[in-house]
């Protein structure tokens, strides 16, 4: 089955999270974003402390927390 035939709960639940996607806007600095993967806009938080982002940057969803996704630099 390709990816693009997969449903997205199949998806999720697999914790396979294709591609890349890109912050959108900035919810709260450091703590919260909205990113865009796979044309689906999520409400993401960073998988380190470290990483800060900024509108516009390519992040690689790593993990899920309900409906919120884990990221990380791509």
Do not use: C
């Amino acid at each position: 089955m390709s990816i693009l035939n997969t449903p997205v709960r199949a998806l999720l639940d697999s914790k396979f999270y294709p591609g890349v996607g890109v912050i959108h806007s900035v919810e709260q600095p450091g703590l919260e974003w909205v990113v865009r993967v796979n044309g689906v806009y999520w409400t993401a938080r960073a998988a380190l402390a470290s990483y800060s982002f900024q509108a516009g940057d390519a992040i690689r969803p790593i993990a899920r927390q309900r409906n919120t996704l884990l990221i990380e630099p791509a």
